[in-house]
């Protein structure tokens, strides 16, 4: 039979620190004045606001036991017991996390974060993998002062992604104990390229452009033999 199951996610995460270790966020930050943390409340590192995922498994109705060709022989031995399933994820981006070229604060450890001048977010039309927003609105502080900019940015996010995993299986039983079972991985069907996250760090020359991205599309086929 069919299995199916759709999950839709619409949420919001604050902290003021996303994590001690790097697996568990994007980014690794920490404060920029150890002497006033309440400065470092913002939305998480890892904070995707909106998250679509469905499933399904089914059983195609061929071959023997089934609703057609419920028949032994060529028949079902070729298109029965054939089973696929299919997963796919939908998906916001993470908040941008801007930094500096370099840490002129002068204080005992900490970050460096930039000046915000005003929001840096372009529009669909004007945003692109070589300038995802506008890395005008940022500055450089001053040496030996803090820069104004949030631990993350509310209003300012990588690209989502999409991606399509599925599976296309069957079994053929040469008698009770002896069965070879084939299976058909397919990751990223699609081929449908996710851009990774742009550089954030202002003073860098390629500050705004994304140069990474996730990998293509992956075949694994499978045959096993049970006996």
Known sequence: ????????????????????????????????????????????????PQNLSWSFSEELPFGKARRWLNRGGVADAFLGGWNVSAISTLSGGMPLVMST?????????????PIRLRNGALSGDARSIYQWFDASAFMLPAAFTFGNDSRTEPQMFGPGSFNLNGLLGKQFRIDEKRIVEFRGEFTNALNHFNPGMPNMTIGFAGVGKITTGNSGRSIVLVLKFRF
């Open 101 to 113: 070229v370099s840490n002129q604060t002068g204080a005992l450890g900490g970050s460096s974060r």
């Open 1 to 48: 039979g069919l299995t199916a199951s759709i999950t839709y996610v619409f949420s919001k995460s604050i902290d003021d620190a996303s994590g001690l270790f790097s697996y568990r966020t994007y980014d690794l930050t920490s404060p920029q004045n150890y002497y006033n943390l309440r400065l470092e409340r913002s939305v998480s590192t890892f904070d995707i």
